[in-house]
């Protein structure tokens, strides 16, 4: 059975920190897909990772994907409150992950 | 902006009706995807489309629910005789087919069955 485990599943840090979102897949798939969902609102698109090895940057967030460990990891450098919000990562085949609920403190 | 409509956004319904959602892709998306989302869970998988094939179907989905896409362009969710666990927000996601850029996802459409 396909499976994405993220962890952690509840992050609350104080603004200016560093930490990391770690997702983990049991299947081999070549990409990946990070999304961003606020309360009561849709998912957005937030990082789509074509390739072992890949990583992206936007903002503060950094997204990496390791096919060989079937291991991402989503990176926030200096949390301001704005990044507070569900981070859901997914496979093909269109499996999500439980989500990782952010709360950043002020 | 020509991004995923949903329609209609909540709808109400008592148990043992049939309700029909609709969804219009970005129209130069080809894939077309329905999810289910309960509240602390991240989308589940329902159905998908390549143009106007349905592609694949969740084992989880009951013989209750049924998609189209007719013409490989706006689609249809309709869930017959409708059960309160049906209460979600259904959720319609478009991609291109090369899936470079991920899903594009409407607003969502919440079912509340009483």
């Known amino acids: 059975e396909l499976k994405v485990e993220q962890n952690p599943l509840f992050l609350s840090m104080q603004e200016g920190k560093n930490y990391t979102i770690y997702c983990n897949y049991s299947t081999t798939s070549d990409r990946l897909y990070w999304y961003r969902q606020d309360p009561g609102k849709s998912l957005e698109s937030l990082f789509v990772l074509l390739s072992n090895g890949a990583v992206k940057q936007e903002g503060r967030l950094m997204a990496s994907l390791d096919t060989k460990a079937r291991l991402s990891t989503l990176h926030i450098t200096a949390a301001v409150h704005d990044l507070s919000a569900t981070y859901f990562c997914a496979v093909p085949k269109i499996i999500f992950g439980k989500g990782t609920r952010l709360h950043i403190l002020p | 902006d020509t991004g995923v409509s949903q329609d209609p956004r909540h709808k109400i319904t008592k148990r043992g009706q049939n309700v029909t959602f609709r969804c219009d892709p970005i129209s130069e998306h080809n894939r077309l995807y329905w999810y289910r989302q309960t509240l602390g869970q991240g989308p589940e998988f329902l159905t998908y489309f390549q143009n106007e094939a349905q592609l694949e179907k969740s084992r989880l989905l009951s013989d209750r629910f049924s998609a189209e896409r007719p013409k490989g362009s706006f689609s249809t969710l309709e869930i017959q005789r409708t059960e309160q666990g049906d209460s979600a927000m259904y959720l319609c996601?478009?991609?291109?087919?090369?899936?470079?850029?991920?899903?594009?996802f409407g607003p969502g459409t919440r079912l509340t069955v009483t």
């Open positions: 996601a478009s991609s291109h087919w090369t899936r470079s850029r991920g899903q594009y």
